[in-house]
């Protein structure tokens, strides 16, 4: 399981990274809620242990911008001091999915992100529209004009990276990682797949909807 943990507390932090790594998970860290929405623009995750009091941004307007900016629907678990009924008021209304108070037993903090892992992303977040271009999460299609698009699983995870980085740029490097992981596949693969992805979308818009950053990527324009 690959997990985001968004803590400001330095022991809190490796204690929570320490025990879930001996557990085999891939741990990556974010001390304050600018940090981590810059590193979920790259990455994607299985599950999110959010803390609500931190500087510059905090939990709450966090996971706000998560679904609501960044349209990401990965589970999250806030874990804060805060126990006030009104917090955790706040916390779901912003969108998260799960709420435990510090102090905690590290086993229930593993129980509870297994349990949300299994549960898988929340269907409930708003599509994503560039234009009449729409990605419907909970369906995970996407459609233009509200007609499905009928794509390869390939081109289907190309448009997915551009509408959800929409309006910035998507770099050959993290194409290529949703892609395919780890292997590197032949130099052309990527290309050809992005091309007949611009030749699918041309002929159901009757326009070009992606766009190249020559040195840079790929990107949606309307």
Not at 185 to 190: Q, T
Request: net charge negative.
């Amino acid at each position: 399981m690959k997990i985001l943990i968004v803590e400001d507390n330095l022991q809190v932090m490796e204690t929570l990274c320490d025990y879930l790594m001996l557990d085999g998970h891939i741990v990556e860290c974010a001390y304050d809620g600018k940090a981590a929405l810059s590193l979920l623009g790259a990455v994607r995750f299985d599950v999110i242990i959010m803390d609500i009091m931190m500087p510059r941004l905090n939990g709450i307007e966090t996971v706000a911008a998560i679904r609501q900016t960044l349209h990401l629907s990965t589970p999250i678990l806030f874990l804060t001091a805060k126990d006030a009924i009104s917090d955790k008021l706040d916390a779901f209304n912003a969108g998260g999915d799960d709420y435990l108070v510090k102090p905690f037993d590290m086993k229930e903090l593993e129980l509870r992100v297994t349990a949300l892992s299994k549960r898988g992303e929340r269907i409930d977040v708003t599509p994503i529209r560039v234009g009449e271009l729409s990605f419907i999460a909970h369906k995970d299609h996407f459609t233009y004009a509200e007609s499905i698009l009928k794509l390869s699983p390939k081109q289907h995870l190309i448009l997915k990276e551009l509408i959800t980085a929409y309006p910035a740029t998507v770099s050959r490097e993290r194409m290529t990682e949703a892609l395919w992981g780890d292997e590197s596949p032949d130099s052309d693969a990527l290309r050809s797949h992005v091309y007949s992805l611009r030749s699918h979308l041309k002929k159901v818009a009757g326009k070009d909807l992606l766009g190249t950053a020559y040195g840079k990527g790929f990107n949606l324009v309307l």
